[in-house]
C-alpha cells in the first residue's frame, strides 16, 4: 500500500469512530493497514502528525493519537 | 501573609527532614519579592496556589489534578505532560500546571553555568519548581502554562543546546552511571554508549513507538548505581570475562590494616580489627575464594561478578581486563502485574563504536515488542506471557546455561514439534502394547 492510500485509510478509521472514540493506541493503527510493518505505521502516523492531520494525547505514561480537534482540546481542558 | 492557610501542610515541616513544603514556600516568597526583577511569563502565585490546593487535597482526601493531555510542542510526543487543576477559580494560578521533563547530560555532568541558565528560564516561564531529578534521570520541571511550551522549548534548544527528554509510548531518557570518567570499576565507557544510542534513537525517544515505556540504562559495573538492573526494561551492566586482578600485598596491608576496607567509607566507627575471612571470605555468595597459605586465591570461573570482594579490598582487586557489558531485559517497577528484575539475555557482548552488534539485539527485542505486545504491556510482562524462549527466537540467541537463574527454577527450553522425530502425535494402540493404562 502506497503511503497516501494508508492516510486516507487512516483517516477514514478515526473518522467512523470518532462518534464513539477520539483517541486510539498506535497498535490500533496497525490494524488499519494490516500489511505494513509495525515500524512503517509509526512513521506514516508520526508523518500524519508532523502534517497535522492527527495529534498525539499523553498521560505521561501512555500516548494515544487522535484526528487533530476531536475529544476535548487544550483550550478546554481547564473548564469543568 | 501567605495567600492560603496551609495549617495541615506547615505540620509537615516540624519533621527533623528537609521539606519539600519548606522549598515551595521559598520559592512563593522569591517570586512575591522579585528583588530580580523577572518579568514571570506565568502566575506570580503559582507556588501559594500550588500550596493552597495541597492543603485542599489533604482536607478532603480527593485529588484535584487532572492528569494527561494534548499539551505538547510540535513534532515531539513525549517530553511534556499536560497537568490540569479542577479548582482553577479557587487557585487560578494551577489552572495549568504542565510538567517538561529536560534530557540530563550523561553522567549527570553539569557546569554551573548550565545550571543557572536553565534556572533562570525556569523562573520567568514557570514556577521555579523542579525536580533534580526524576526517577528515570530526567531534568524535571514543574508547573507552567500551556502557551509557554513552545517557548522553553524554543530557549531550551536554541540557547541552551538542550532537548526535551522522554515521556508517554517512547523511549525514555537513556541514563547511566558516571562510568569510566571517574570510577576505576567502570569495564565499559557508560556515556559514551549512553550518548550514542541517544542520538541514534531520537526518533524513538520523542515520537510515540511502543505499546508502553522502554527504558535503557547503563551500569558500568556490576554494582549498578544506576540501578539498571531493576528499573530498566533493557539493561547494560559492565562485566569482565577473564580473572580478578589481584594484589597479593595489597591485600596483606588490609589484613594487618594498614590500608583500610571499602576505602575508609565505614571508618567513623570502630568496628574492630578488619577480619577477611567474616568480611570477604564468608561473604562471597558463590565461596569461590580462599586463603592458601598466606595468599589469596579466587576460582575465578565461579564468580558471579558480585563485587563485594572488589568493593571492600579496591587496592588488593580489581576488575579484569577482558571488559564488556550484559544485557539484561525486562525489569519494571510494580504499576501492572508486580514488580520485575531484569533476566539475563546476553551474558557477555564486546563494547565497540559504532555498537552495532548491542543495535541488532536493541532492534530485535523492540521488532518483537511493537509487534506482539499489547497496549501498556512492558517488556517485561510480555516476556512473561510469550515466555523467555520466545525472547531467545526473535533475537537470534542460543540458550545457555547463564539464562538459567538456578536448576528447576525457571525452565523455558521446550522442544518444538518440527525439532521431534515423528511430531508429538504417536500411535496409541502401539504404545498400550507395552504400556498398561
Given at each position: 500500500m502506497d503511503k497516501e492510500a494508508g492516510k486516507k485509510a487512516i483517516v477514514e478509521y478515526l473518522t467512523k469512530k470518532a462518534k464513539s472514540k477520539s483517541k486510539f493506541y498506535l497498535k490500533d493503527f496497525y490494524e488499519v493497514i494490516p500489511e505494513e510493518k509495525p515500524r512503517d505505521v509509526k512513521n506514516l502516523v508520526n508523518e500524519m502528525v508532523k502534517d497535522g492531520t492527527l495529534e498525539y494525547w499523553s498521560s505521561g505514561s501512555t500516548t494515544m493519537i487522535g484526528l487533530k480537534g476531536t475529544g476535548k482540546q487544550a483550550a478546554a481542558e481547564d473548564e469543568a | 501573609m501567605a495567600k492560603h492557610a496551609t495549617p495541615l501542610l506547615d505540620q509537615l515541616e516540624s519533621g527533623p527532614w528537609p521539606s519539600w513544603v519548606s522549598d515551595i514556600k521559598q520559592e512563593a516568597e522569591t517570586r512575591a519579592k522579585n528583588v530580580n526583577g523577572i518579568e514571570y511569563q506565568i502566575?506570580?502565585?503559582?507556588?501559594?496556589?500550588?500550596l493552597g490546593l495541597m492543603e485542599l487535597t489533604y482536607v478532603q482526601k480527593r485529588t484535584h489534578w487532572k492528569h494527561g493531555g494534548i499539551v505538547g510542542v510540535f513534532g515531539y510526543g513525549g517530553g511534556v505532560i499536560g497537568?490540569?487543576?479542577?479548582?482553577?477559580?479557587?487557585?487560578?494560578?494551577?489552572?495549568?500546571?504542565?510538567?517538561?521533563?529536560?534530557?540530563?547530560?550523561?553522567?549527570?555532568?553539569?557546569?554551573?553555568?548550565?545550571?543557572?541558565?536553565?534556572?533562570?528560564?525556569?523562573e520567568r516561564r514557570g514556577s521555579g519548581l523542579t525536580?533534580?531529578?526524576?526517577?528515570?534521570?530526567?531534568?524535571?520541571?514543574?508547573?507552567?502554562?500551556?502557551?509557554?511550551?513552545?517557548?522553553?522549548?524554543?530557549?531550551?534548544?536554541?540557547?541552551?543546546?538542550?532537548?526535551?527528554?522522554?515521556?508517554?509510548?517512547?523511549?525514555?531518557?537513556?541514563?547511566?552511571?558516571?562510568?569510566?570518567?571517574?570510577?576505576?570499576?567502570?569495564?565499559?565507557?557508560?556515556?559514551?554508549?549512553?550518548?550514542?544510542?541517544?542520538?541514534?534513537?531520537?526518533?524513538?525517544?520523542?515520537?510515540?513507538?511502543?505499546?508502553?515505556k522502554f527504558k535503557f540504562k547503563f551500569d558500568g559495573c556490576p554494582n549498578c548505581c544506576v540501578a539498571s538492573i531493576a528499573r530498566s526494561d533493557m539493561s547494560f551492566i559492565g562485566t569482565w570475562k577473564d580473572d580478578i586482578r589481584i594484589d597479593q600485598k595489597a591485600v596483606q596491608a588490609y589484613i594487618g590494616g594498614e590500608l583500610k576496607p571499602n576505602a575508609g567509607a565505614h571508618a567513623s566507627r570502630d568496628w574492630g580489627k578488619f577480619d577477611i575471612a567474616k568480611e570477604v571470605l564468608n561473604l562471597c555468595p558463590t565461596k569461590c575464594m580462599w586463603m592458601d597459605g598466606g595468599k589469596l586465591v579466587i576460582d575465578n570461573k565461579e564468580c558471579t561478578r558480585c563485587m563485594h570482594c572488589i568493593n571492600v579490598m579496591p587496592r588488593g582487586l580489581r576488575i579484569g581486563q577482558e571488559t564488556g557489558l550484559s544485557i539484561l531485559v525486562g525489569a519494571k517497577a510494580p504499576i501492572l502485574d508486580g514488580a520485575q528484575m531484569g533476566s539475563l539475555l546476553v551474558p557477555f557482548i564486546?563494547?565497540?563504536?559504532?555498537?552495532?552488534?548491542?543495535?541488532e539485539v536493541i532492534e530485535g527485542v523492540w521488532d518483537w515488542w511493537m509487534e506482539e505486545g499489547k497496549n501498556r504491556e512492558r517488556?517485561?510482562?510480555?516476556?512473561?506471557?510469550?515466555?523467555?524462549?520466545?525472547?531467545?527466537?526473535?533475537?537470534?540467541?542460543?540458550?545457555?546455561?547463564?539464562?538459567?537463574?538456578?536448576?528447576?527454577?525457571?525452565?523455558?527450553?521446550?522442544?518444538?514439534?518440527?525439532?521431534?522425530?515423528?511430531?508429538?502425535?504417536?500411535?496409541?494402540?502401539?504404545?498400550?502394547?507395552?504400556?498398561q493404562r
Open positions: - | 502566575p506570580v502565585d503559582v507556588c501559594e496556589d500550588v497537568r490540569y487543576c479542577d479548582q482553577p477559580q479557587q487557585f487560578p494560578g494551577v489552572a495549568h500546571f504542565h510538567t517538561v521533563r529536560v534530557s540530563q547530560p550523561a553522567g549527570k555532568y553539569y557546569s554551573t553555568k548550565y545550571l543557572k541558565d536553565i534556572c533562570d528560564l525556569w525536580n533534580m531529578h526524576g526517577s528515570t534521570g530526567d531534568i524535571i520541571f514543574i508547573g507552567t502554562t500551556t502557551p509557554q511550551l513552545e517557548e522553553i522549548f524554543f530557549e531550551l534548544t536554541h540557547n541552551l543546546n538542550q532537548d526535551l527528554g522522554g515521556s508517554g509510548s517512547n523511549l525514555r531518557t537513556p541514563s547511566d552511571c558516571i562510568g569510566s570518567s571517574r570510577c576505576e570499576y567502570s569495564c565499559y565507557d557508560t556515556q559514551a554508549l549512553c550518548h550514542a544510542l541517544t542520538v541514534d534513537y531520537q526518533d524513538e525517544l520523542h515520537r510515540p513507538a511502543f505499546p508502553y564486546k563494547v565497540e563504536e559504532p555498537y552495532d552488534e548491542i543495535k517488556l517485561g510482562e510480555l516476556i512473561k506471557r510469550q515466555g523467555f524462549q520466545k525472547l531467545l527466537e526473535v533475537t537470534n540467541i542460543e540458550a545457555m546455561p547463564q539464562h538459567v537463574q538456578e536448576p528447576r527454577h525457571n525452565p523455558y527450553i521446550f522442544w518444538r514439534e518440527d525439532e521431534v522425530e515423528g511430531g508429538f502425535e504417536r500411535e496409541i494402540t502401539e504404545f498400550r502394547k507395552h504400556h
